[in-house]
């Protein structure tokens, strides 16, 4: 948010842990897209090792189905920049928090770029 362009509204949102606090009960849209380079070295265009990425958002770290955001996506190729995103509607208490959280079942590093975003929005109670 420091940066050009960027920006931020309320409270809820907590740069250092990467947290978004709900401050009254009720549905919110969340959206998180993720800039990502995988760091296995092998050779452009070969398979990466385990081939698929999950990125899921969750409320109070608990990734269970139906109480939580995920897509999956394919690893084409190592070593390139690919963006994966998720997005959707969750129901959360007053206080309860939300993050973002990769499952990097291709056993590569990963590293997770600048310009990638994460967002929640108040739709009702």
């Known amino acids: 948010p420091e940066m050009e362009g960027m920006f931020y509204r309320g409270s809820g949102l907590n740069l250092t842990s990467g947290q978004y606090t709900a401050p009254i009960a009720g549905y919110y849209t969340f959206t998180a897209t993720l ?3 995988s760091r296995e070295q092998r050779r452009k265009g070969q398979p990466c090792r385990g081939n698929h990425l999950r990125v899921l958002i969750c409320v109070q770290s608990c990734c269970q189905r139906n109480s939580n955001l995920e897509t999956v996506s394919q ?3 190592c070593g390139d920049l690919f963006t994966i995103s998720v997005t959707g509607v969750l129901y959360m208490q007053a ?3 939300a993050s973002v959280f990769v499952d990097n079942a291709a056993g590569s590093t990963l590293t997770i770029q600048s310009g990638s975003d994460f967002s929640a929005i ?3 109670v």
Do not use: A, K, N, R
């Open 122 to 124: 108040l739709l009702g």
């Open 35 to 37: 800039h990502i380079v």
């Open 75 to 77: 690893l084409e190729s």
């Open 95 to 97: 206080g309860q928090y």
